[in-house]
């Protein structure tokens, strides 16, 4: 029986995986992504939730939602990396909690426009994994299997 929990968090468009700029982020849909997920946490132990949203105010919530359930994190703030101080602040919290915080992207965005290459999560994030595709998720989940406490 799994005893690790982690919810893994998607931001704004990846919900569009498989048609948002295929060249950029593949075929691969988000329900692809929840068998890869699935899959890669079953091998390890761990006891996943996927999630994807939107808005930025759910994301927050479910930031402090691991912080109360002590649930490791895998987020890809998507384009809330670049900006947003609120899922940040959330995300320190999560750090701060003594939970492993790893942030993903399914590109290299030092490799895109100038505006993706900075990260306000990264600071606060246990670990960054980005240009690995969706195989970045399974990396991810790795880390949190032998860096949970």
Do not use: C, K
């Not at 692809?32 to 939107?54: H, I, K, T």
């Amino acid at each position: 029986m799994s005893t690790t929990g982690v919810l893994v968090l998607n931001g704004p468009n990846l919900g569009r995986l498989g048609t948002r700029e295929p060249d950029v982020y593949g075929h691969a849909t988000h329900d692809d992504l929840v068998a890869l997920v699935a899959a890669a946490a079953e091998r390890l132990g761990l006891d996943p939730e996927v999630r994807q949203s939107d808005d930025e105010a759910d994301i927050v919530r479910w930031l402090h939602e691991a912080v109360d359930t002590r649930r490791h994190v895998v987020i890809n703030p998507a384009a809330f990396t670049h900006y947003s101080y609120a899922l940040r602040d959330a995300a320190a919290l999560v750090s701060g909690a003594g939970l492993v915080l790893v942030e993903v992207h399914i590109s290299n965005p030092h490799g895109r426009e100038a505006f993706r290459r900075h990260s306000v999560v990264s600071p606060v994030a246990t670990g960054v994994i980005a240009g690995f595709g969706l195989d970045g998720y399974r990396l991810a989940l790795d880390a949190v299997a032998r860096h949970a406490a």
